[in-house]
């Protein structure tokens, strides 16, 4: 989204062909595991309630990728840390947990000290993180729409997996059919499919690009959908909070070697 591609210089712009991608990708892969497995195709829940997390989600990543256009990756990656408050405040509302003001407390001062890492870049640090960050008004909306709708999505799975005995793959399946539809559907009335096609076409690194980008997140959904079932929403977005932690001291790591190396 903000790498140039060819001779001209060219930008991808069309966050749902990105989506549609995914997506279509992910329920190729869950199909084929649930016919491998010799399991039902069937839908165990409603079909309605499947459509609904596949709504919030493309809402979220739509979100994601569009945000790219108007803010910087570090300050997208600094906004991910506030992944659990989303989470607890959609708990209280959709599951009807009950969440102490010492919880909140915890997931604040979790969410603050991943915030001050990520934004003080240690000195000589040479990675993304040091340089400069732009904001808009627009993207920080993009950002603060992606953290209430992934909170949504992560609950409501959740809640999903816990009223019904469903298979993992089925859930994502049905989600991703439902997303495929709908950002194919939304591409049409855009008009963007076939813009979308021939920059592609003309681009092949793109295509790749976004061949990768769909393999590492239709790996990423089997991870996140098997995390959610097994301990939970919340537990879910703590990991993907303090993740950022990890990533800030790799790229710590990587620059002191590199000053060393220098040196």
């Known amino acids: 989204m903000r790498v140039p591609y060819g001779p001209n210089k060219d930008y991808f712009i069309y966050s749902l062909f990105l989506v549609f991608c995914n997506r279509i990708t992910t329920s190729a892969v869950s199909a084929g595991v649930l016919l491998a497995s010799k399991k039902a195709l069937d839908p165990v829940a409603p079909l309605h309630k499947y459509c609904i997390v596949s709504v919030s989600n493309i809402l979220t990543t739509t979100c994601q990728y569009e945000a790219l256009k108007y803010v910087s990756f570090p300050v997208q990656t600094l906004a991910k840390c506030a992944k659990m408050i989303p989470v607890m405040i959609w708990g209280t509302i959709i599951m009807q947990k009950k969440y102490k003001g010492q919880d909140y407390f915890v997931a604040f001062l979790v969410t603050l000290g991943c915030s001050l890492f990520i934004l003080y870049p240690a000195e000589g640090d040479t990675s993304p993180y040091s340089r400069e960050r732009e904001s808009t008004i627009w993207g920080v909306s993009l950002m603060m729409g992606y953290l209430g709708f992934d909170g949504f999505t992560s609950t409501f799975q959740d809640k999903l997996f816990k009223g019904y005995d469903m298979e993992i793959h089925t859930q994502i399946f049905y989600t991703t059919v439902c997303s495929c539809l709908l950002s194919f559907t939304g591409m049409i009335m855009q008009g963007n499919l076939l813009m979308a096609i021939d920059f592609v076409s003309r681009h092949h690194d793109c295509f790749f690009d976004i061949a ?52």
Do not use: D, P
Request: charged share 15%; proline share 0%; glycine share 4%.
């Open 212 to 263: 990768l980008l769909s393999t590492v997140a239709t790996a990423s959904q089997f991870f996140i959908s098997y995390t959610i079932r097994t301990f939970g929403a919340l537990t879910f977005a703590t990991i993907m909070t303090t993740r950022q932690g990890a990533n800030k001291v790799r790229k710590m790591v990587s620059a002191s070697k590199h000053l060393a190396l220098m040196e």
